[in-house]
């Protein structure tokens, strides 16, 4: 689907076209499956990100504006936001069973083997909200510095120093992870 028709189908859903939006869906709906399952390590909740996600979307469509970006970032920028929403509310993080980390096909391999390296599974784990998401846009989601710092409404500086920062996180835990008894050189988080 490309660019005008993403603009027809958007103004017949603000029209009240059920069928449009319907179009959008299913055009968005393994993208941002894809990403909340990447942000909250659990099916049943992306499922429900999802479900929510769109509904947020279908009821701010009026808000949208083609001309300050494309569609797929303002749905990521709501996706996105959704699932930091319900990552806080959430404590204790779950974290993902290797199996299902595995399972995840990435576009973009992080250091050559994301999906194949538990070591660096567990590291990721450990990231900070803040992080994570830098890391999960960027390396699983292929979105440039750009597309990231519109969707997460920071400035491009920020979004750099930030996977600067995950990645430098990452090599210190990865380094750590080859020495036994050591704890990824990352804070576990605590369980209340």
């Not at 958007?10 to 990403?35: N, P, W």
């Not at 990435?106 to 070591?119: A, K, Y």
């Not at 567990?122 to 900070?128: D, G, I, K, P, V």
Request: glycine letters at 2%.
């Amino acid at each position: 689907m490309n660019n005008m028709e993403h603009i027809q189908w958007i103004r017949r859903s603000r029209a009240g076209d059920s069928r449009a939006f319907a179009h959008l869906y299913e055009a968005y709906k393994d993208l941002v499956y894809r990403t909340a399952y990447l942000l909250l390590d659990d099916p049943a909740e992306a499922q429900d990100a999802l479900q929510e996600t769109f509904l947020q979307a279908y009821r701010a469509l009026n808000s949208y504006d083609p001309r300050r970006s494309a569609f797929s970032t303002w749905l990521y920028r709501i996706t996105v936001n959704h699932c930091l929403n319900r990552r806080r509310a959430r404590r204790p993080l779950v974290h993902l069973p290797p199996a299902q980390f595995e399972s995840i096909a990435s576009p973009i391999d992080l250091e050559g083997e994301i999906s194949e390296n538990l070591q660096l599974q567990r590291a990721l784990e450990h990231l900070s909200e803040k992080l994570r998401v830098v890391v999960v846009l960027r390396y699983f989601l292929d979105l440039s510095y750009a597309e990231m710092a519109e969707v997460l409404e920071i400035p491009l500086g920020t979004v750099q120093s930030r996977l600067n920062q995950a990645l430098q996180n990452l090599r210190r835990a990865l380094q750590a992870a080859k020495q036994p008894g050591e704890n990824f050189g990352l804070e576990e988080e605590v369980s209340e």
